[in-house]
């Protein structure tokens, strides 16, 4: 403008507060500024004048004025008339028309639209598109000149789209939920190809990207063609300039979640979001706006979609949507697997049609790093990726959109067909490669700081000087290694002989904070800490219909891991002692050793126990067209309405001292008891959490057999300590092995001893690639194995842990930076000390006054760990005045090294040392060295009277050397230089897989090396 200077701010009737139009007047008229009154301005016309602001020939009558009056006055009443009904209707009415279509299904949450469907001709490759949720579905068809479904259809497509409404208005709309819209598209879905006899395209823009990518993994992408997703990320929404440390994101979040949860977020507010993240650019587009105002010519164009997306295109987002949203997205879900629609396990994994992502260069709400992380949930699928210099609504909405995405989308539809050639704007996305999001560093060690001092006044004086001492480094591995553990390192040292804790006690008091969490994933099926609870209660009501008492042995035995779970749990809430049956072991001895008189069996355990008398049998789980024999009652069969419960019972009554849980395990002298009491179980539940840094976003998957006690421990106690998911599987199967990792989005799995071996072992599969595993926790692992699984599977860590039985000591190697140490104690969990032992025969030593002498760095040692003298364990009489006159400790029999650090290394049982001419030699510590040399796969010592023989299992591409390996042998000493090595196939493995010795039996020997 040249001669006068119309301000948008300065209009009044804009809603600005601005009272005149200002300028500086015009020149040669003799019209100032100030005589053109915004207060002139009624709505019908402009005062004085006898133009009325609805007359369309106004301007044009004015414009016949001469000397430039007339068209300036022109301008005045065009742009007034503008104004007016800018301030009136929110803009400027287009006449323009939406596309035709037809509601060809209405469900409680869509209606499916058809648009054109007069005009479709047979055969037309259906395309549904699925809107965001805060956008409505007008979003595809925003104006003839920007429309999706116009600009598909002239190209001969069919499309279709899904209308979720407004849930401000739809009945029920704000308590919707993620799975019931994935649920909707998935129906949308499979009535377009039942419709159309097709295949259907589907595609989203932001969100509805993400619906698509879950209806199509439920639905295994059965009926669906390709997909294709604009602006989708896999992570929450970024809010641009705004670089927040994770710490405060996530805890950001969480608030959000809470709050978001059951306000929901109206639509006025979805559209101020957008706008208060970009201030400035907001505040001058609607500027430029108002000022061009009198040139409507030039703003119909663009007027339905700054319409739609200033305001009109705005709908609700209900709140438990958000709070799902927000879940998945924070832990990864999207990517990892675990996602749970209608109570069934959802993977992305699943999905094997081909996929195109569009991305926006200058997206800063879906940044292309975050959309293109979609990668690595699709192992199976073929992911193709289109760049567009555009931003976030630009892929989706106007001229850019109407240049590259729907021509794109129309070739692309026509490649899947094999009707043309790749579009040449497509690259493949996987090689463009993945870009991890930077870790925010700013206030990092204000927060470490902050996270120091806040551990410090929480936590008791002792403790934290046990957590500082656990953890050398920086400020920063103080924060990230132990500071994070502190609240359960308290809960570790308040858990006491009298305290009130079990099993059954964790699992009510974690069902009452959040009972629709995920608890457990089992058999594709996903079940809530409420469905865990009823259930447990259930139970208990049909074993105290049978008289199940408190402080009762009651065996166990079933090769279900949800049955033994929900049978323990049960039993443990009666305040009964669960004593688990190990399947095809020797029941007989067990249930003598265990004082056992009660079997809860299931149906595949029954032929098991033929022969046993005297015991009580009951029958769990289904027993549909089995014969049952006499005598064995159906648990099943019992009403439990009818149940009235003792008066002596009251609900989880265990106590620290309370015996919980007896397991068996096998030594040299046959099957032994192991007993674990409530607070031993409940030190490994708060132990295994804080090493494992367990939280709510992880999902434990045990394939281990749960009657072993790292099975038990691990996958009961740790997920329970710590709001953690288990997903369980009745038995390891190494071929299935990653489908099922992705299929629950496991992210840490127990082992025990040599059972990754069988993985290891596996060719290498699609579903390796960017596995959401993180940690291998469990007991027994060779070094030779260690080193394998941290080699092909990195940046999986391995944790390795050793829970000494009958005490309360945990030893864990937290860093795992030491492959084959076994690490030092937890914090909070009994200490432990190494005491010195006779070199030969593995006695203790004494000093002069009777006192056991402590172990010198670096020289094998006694692990004893140090017991409450009042209360001795199950069967146990620990050492008295072994350091001290009123000390108690028990020896483990376990025999170490420790290293300069405080790590301790495993030597082996002190009974397994082998005297022979040339000296003392210990099967382990021959292990441990040829676990060094290249092309062994596995070595295991074969004790005999006065000698040592190494069966040793190898690769088979040649590298192992048996000269090299006897080199090292004889480096280490002259009397493991006698050992014999010899070369075995394969070397068979227990139920719990440890070294099967008994089935390897003496390999044929060679000559002994020399």
């Known amino acids: 403008m040249s001669d006068r200077d119309i301000k948008a701010t300065d209009i009044k009737a804009t809603g600005i507060k601005a009272t005149d139009i200002k300028g500086t007047g015009i020149k040669g008229t003799g019209i100032k ?24 020939k106004a301007g044009d009558q004015a414009d016949d004025g001469g000397n430039g009056i007339g068209a300036t006055i022109g301008q005045v009443v065009r742009t007034a008339a503008n104004v007016v009904e800018y301030v009136r209707f929110g803009g400027l009415e287009t006449g323009e028309e939406p596309s035709p279509y037809d509601v060809t299904l209405r469900t409680p949450v869509l209606s499916l639209r058809r648009y054109f469907t007069d005009d479709t001709p047979a ?6 598109l699925v809107p965001p949720l805060m956008l409505s579905a007008d979003v595809w068809d925003v104006s003839p000149s920007t429309s999706a479904v116009g600009h598909l259809r002239r190209s001969g497509l069919d499309p279709w789209v899904v209308d979720f409404g407004d849930p401000a208005v739809e009945p029920g709309g704000n308590m919707r939920t993620v799975t019931d819209h994935v649920l909707a598209v998935s129906d949308a879905i499979a009535h377009v190809t039942a419709t ?10 932001s969100q509805g990207g993400l619906f698509c990518y879950q209806a199509a993994a439920l639905r295994k992408t059965d009926g669906i063609a390709s997909i294709f997703a604009l602006g989708s990320p896999m992570e929450p929404l970024s809010l641009p300039g705004i670089d927040l440390p994770e710490e405060v994101f996530d805890a950001i979040s969480k608030f959000g979640i809470g709050v978001l949860s059951k306000t929901g977020l109206p639509g006025w507010a979805s559209a101020n979001l957008f706008s208060w993240t970009s201030p400035i650019a907001t505040a001058k587009q609607r500027l430029q706006y108002l000022a061009a105002l009198g040139d409507r010519d030039a703003l119909l164009p663009r007027e339905r979609q700054r319409r739609f997306l200033a305001n009109d295109g705005w709908i609700a987002f209900p709140g438990p949507a958000i709070a799902e949203v927000m879940e998945s997205m924070t832990n990864e879900r999207f990517v990892r697997g675990g996602l749970v629609f209608d109570g069934r396990a959802v993977s992305m994994s699943d999905i094997t049609c081909p996929v195109l992502i569009f991305t926006g260069q200058y997206d800063a709400f879906a940044p292309p790093r975050a959309v293109r992380d979609v990668i690595k949930g699709l192992p199976r699928a073929q992911v193709w990726e289109c760049s567009m210099p555009t931003g976030h609504f630009g892929l989706g909405v106007g001229s850019r959109a109407n240049r590259e995405t729907w021509p794109t989308v129309h070739r692309w539809v026509g490649w899947i067909a094999g009707d043309n050639e790749r579009p040449d704007n497509l690259i493949d996305a996987r090689e463009a490669g993945l870009i991890e999001r930077e870790e925010a560093t700013t206030g990092g060690t204000v927060r470490q700081v902050l996270n120091l001092g806040t551990a410090g006044v929480r936590a008791a004086p002792g403790l934290v000087r046990e957590v500082i001492d656990r953890v050398s480094g920086s400020v920063t591995d ?19 002989p009298a305290t009130t804790v079990s ?5 009510a008091e974690a069902a009452e904070q959040d009972p629709s969490a995920v608890s457990l994933l089992y058999r594709g099926h996903a079940y809530t800490r409420a469905d865990i609870e009823a259930e447990v209660d259930d139970l208990v009501l049909r074993l105290l219909r049978v008289s199940v008492r408190r402080g009762e042995h009651v065996g166990v035995l079933t090769e279900s891991g949800a049955a033994l779970l929900s049978t323990t749990a049960a039993l443990s809430r009666i305040g009964a002692v669960a004593v688990l049956l190990r399947p095809g072991s020797d029941t007989r001895a067990e249930l003598q050793l265990s004082r056992t008189r009660r079997i809860l069996v299931d149906a595949a355990g029954l032929p098991g126990l033929a022969g046993i008398e005297d015991v009580t049998v009951n029958l ?22 009818s149940v009235r419960p003792p008066n002596w019972y009251r609900p989880n009554p265990g106590r620290g001292r309370d015996l919980a849980f007896i397991l068996f395990g096998d030594g040299s002298d046959g099957v032994r008891a192991v007993p674990v009491t409530n607070r031993r179980w409940a030190l490994s539940a708060y132990g295994a959490a804080s090493a494992a840094s367990l939280t709510e976003s992880d999902t434990v998957f045990s394939a281990n057999p749960l009657y072993h006690a790292s099975g038990l421990l691990l996958a009961t106690a740790a997920p329970v300590a710590s709001g953690a998911r288990l997903a369980l599987t009745d038995s390891f199967d190494p071929s299935s092995f990653w489908s099922e990792v992705r299929h629950y989005g496991a992210t840490v799995v127990p082992y025990t001893w040599s059972m990754l071996s069988l993985l290891v072992a596996q060719p290498h599969s699609s579903d390796e690639e960017h596995y959401p595993v993180r940690l291998f926790v469990g007991s027994g692992m060779p070094r030779t194995l260690w080193r394998d699984v941290t080699t092909r599977f990195a940046p999986a ?22 492959i084959g140490a076994a690490g030092q104690s937890l914090p909070g969990t009994a200490r432990t000390a190494l005491a010195a032992i006779h070199p030969v025969t593995g006695d203790l030593r004494y000093d002069q006054d009777g006192y056991v002498v402590r172990a010198k760095e670096g020289v094998p040692g006694r692990l004893l760990v140090e017991a409450e003298r009042g209360s001795p364990q199950w069967e146990d009489v620990p050492l008295r005045g072994v350091f001290g006159p009123h000390d108690a400790w028990i020896d483990t029999g376990e025999d170490f090294r420790r290293d300069e650090d405080g790590d301790l290394w495993p030597l082996g049982r002190g009974t397994d040392i082998i005297v022979t001419a040339e000296g003392t030699v210990r099967p382990r510590e021959i292990e441990d060295a040829l676990a060094g040399v290249p092309g062994v796969v596995m070595a295991v010592a074969i004790p005999r009277e006065d000698a040592l023989t190494v069966a040793v299992a190898t690769t088979s591409d040649g590298t192992y050397d048996q000269d090299r390996a006897r080199g090292v042998l004889a480096d280490m000493s002259a ?8 070369r075995v196939e394969d070397i068979p493995l227990t139920r719990w897989y440890r070294p099967d010795r008994k089935a390897l039996g003496t390999p044929a020997r060679p000559a002994p090396a020399k």
């Open 196 to 205: 159309t006899g097709l295949p259907v395209h589907i595609g989203g823009y």
């Open 503 to 507: 099993y059954g006690s964790l699992l």
């Open 975 to 982: 009397a493991a230089g006698l050992t014999t090595i010899v």
């Open 797 to 818: 860590r391995v944790l390795e842990m050793f829970v000494p039985i009958r005490t309360d000591a945990i030893v864990a190697n937290v860093s795992g930076r030491k």
């Open 620 to 641: 769990i789980g289904d027993a549909h067209g089995i014969d049952l024999p006499a005598g064995v009652e159906n648990l099943s069969m019992i009403d439990t309405t």
């Open 33 to 56: 500024a100030t005589d053109i009154k915004g207060t002139d301005i009624k709505g019908t016309g402009i005062k004085g004048t006898g133009i009325k602001g609805t007359d369309s």
């Open 123 to 128: 055969g037309a490759a259906p395309i549904l």
């Open 478 to 496: 103080l924060t990230t290694e132990a500071l994070d553990q502190v609240p359960r390192l308290l809960k570790l040292e308040r858990v006491g």
